[in-house]
C-alpha cells in the first residue's frame, strides 16, 4: 500500500501541533507577564486559563488522529480501535469548544473594554465554530464506520 497520502498528513498533523507548542511555552507566557492595558489585566488570565486548558484536548485528538492514519496504514480503517478513537477526537472537539464557551463573557469584557467587537468573534466564536464542526464530523464518521463495521460482521458470518 501507498503510504505517502498517510505521510503527508503526518506529517501535517505534526506542523499543526508545533505552532500551537510554540504559543504555549513562549507567547501566552510572554502576554501574561506583559498584558497590553493594565485597566483589563485580571479578565485576560481566565482567558489565559482557558487556552492552557483546551491545549490538552487539543494534543489529545492530534495524538488520535496521528493513531486514525497509523490504523489506516495497517489496513485496521474498519475497525473498533478506529471507531473509538474518531469518538475519543469528538469528545476532545466538545471539550475544546465548551472551554471557550466558558471563556466567550471574559472575552467579550475584553472587547468592551478595549473597544474591539471583532475580537468576540475571532477569539470567541471561531474556535467555538470550528470544534463543533470536528464534532460534528467525528460523530457522522464514526456512525458510518460503526454501521460498515456492524454489515461487515453480519456478511463474515453469512459466509
Not at 25 to 47: H, R
Request: glycine share 6%; with cysteine.
Amino acid at each position: 500500500m501507498n503510504h505517502r497520502p498517510t505521510l503527508f498528513l503526518k506529517i501535517a498533523i505534526f506542523l499543526i501541533g508545533t505552532p500551537v507548542l510554540a504559543l504555549c511555552l513562549y507567547g501566552l507566557v510572554w502576554f501574561a507577564q506583559n498584558p497590553f492595558n493594565s485597566d483589563y489585566a485580571y479578565t485576560m488570565y481566565p482567558i489565559l486559563v482557558g487556552i492552557y486548558g483546551s491545549a490538552i484536548p487539543f494534543y489529545i485528538a492530534l495524538y488520535k488522529a496521528f493513531e486514525l492514519l497509523s490504523y489506516i496504514d495497517q489496513n485496521k480503517a474498519f475497525s473498533q480501535i478506529f471507531v473509538t478513537a474518531l469518538q475519543h477526537i469528538k469528545y476532545c472537539a466538545i471539550i475544546i469548544g465548551g472551554l471557550y464557551t466558558i471563556v466567550l463573557p471574559f472575552v467579550y469584557l475584553v472587547a468592551r473594554k478595549d473597544d474591539a467587537p471583532g475580537f468576540v468573534m475571532i477569539m470567541g466564536m471561531t474556535p467555538i465554530f470550528a470544534s463543533t464542526v470536528i464534532a460534528v464530523f467525528a460523530n457522522v464518521l464514526q456512525r458510518l464506520l460503526q454501521d460498515a463495521i456492524d454489515i461487515k460482521s453480519e456478511n463474515d458470518l453469512v459466509v
